[in-house]
């Protein structure tokens, strides 16, 4: 199966519901009911090449200690909700609304067009990106339209004023 990534987006009262009790954060990502709301992005396994081409670093490369750009938290942060919580690889983390919205007018200045130009699978898979599939005939247009979903999920969290919160399962 392999590790999946998701973003939620969710209030900010519904966020200091989680980090209280993380218990119902967990709860509501494991109803299957869920999985296809539109407030829930399963990133499949494309979280990592994400985050690669958008920073130009692979996750072991980045310090997620708040000093970071701001492109480097589409997918992770330095914000946790339950350091003991496990959801599969770890604690969920979140992004608050004054970084989404940092986040999502980087995001909207992404030109996928010309990234994706310039997109390099041995590259990739050479920095250990994962699934380290990213030389394979398909693996330019899966990263390209989870690129898109992305934008499109942080531009609706700014305009509904959410956090997100992230999590690999």
């Not at 692979?58 to 942060?77: C, H, N, P, Q, R």
């Not at 690889?89 to 995001?107: C, H, M, T, W």
């Not at 310039?118 to 898979?125: I, S």
């Amino acid at each position: 199966m392999g590790m999946i990534g998701n973003l939620i987006r969710v209030s900010k009262e519904d966020l200091e519901m989680f980090k209280a009790d993380s218990g119902k954060l967990e709860n509501l990502i494991y109803n299957e009911a869920n999985l296809e709301a539109d407030w829930y992005l399963d990133l499949d396994k494309s979280w990592e090449a994400i985050h690669y081409v958008l920073s130009g670093k692979s996750l072991a490369d980045t310090e997620m200690d708040g000093t970071s750009k701001v492109i480097e938290y589409v997918i992770f942060s330095d914000k946790v909700i339950d350091e003991e919580q496990d959801l599969g690889y770890g604690p969920a983390f979140y992004n608050d609304q004054e970084r989404v919205n940092k986040i999502s007018k980087e995001l909207n200045k992404v030109n996928i067009t010309a990234l994706m130009a310039n997109f390099d699978g041995k590259k990739l898979n050479e920095a250990n990106v994962y699934p380290e599939i990213w030389d394979e005939e398909d693996s330019k247009e899966y990263l390209q339209e989870s690129l898109k979903s992305v934008i499109e999920f942080y531009s609706d969290a700014t305009d509904s004023e959410q956090v997100v919160i992230g999590f690999i399962c």
